[in-house]
């Protein structure tokens, strides 16, 4: 499947930018304003902002495709890692 590799590299950058702009937004009132008064709310604001970052880097990207074993593990990964990145910033926010 041609462009897979692209797809891969969108979905780690997305995955990545919306762990970013998640605690962005928490510790920047001026940020999360900035999204919820162009977006109507935050959190669609940052979903825009990611399928634009996930479509821009998968059609920028034309890499070949050779070890996709490695970047399927590289994603779960990094998606683990942010999920507890984000739960680990909550806990510490909250207390």
Not at 13 to 38: H, Q, W
Not at 47 to 57: D, E, M, Q, T, Y
Not at 58 to 69: C, T
Request: positive net charge; glycine residues 6%; proline residues 0%.
């Amino acid at each position: 499947m041609k462009g897979l590799k692209g797809i891969y590299y969108a979905t780690i950058v997305t995955i990545i930018s919306v762990t970013v702009m998640t605690i962005a937004a928490e510790l920047s009132t001026r940020f999360k304003d900035f999204l919820t008064n162009t977006f109507w709310h935050h959190w669609i604001g940052k979903g825009i902002i990611a399928l634009v970052v996930f479509f821009l880097i998968r059609f920028l990207y034309k890499g070949e495709e050779k070890d996709i074993l490695r970047l399927t593990k590289s994603t779960i990964v990094i998606t683990i890692l942010s999920g507890l990145v984000i739960f680990l910033f909550y806990v510490f926010h909250f207390f």
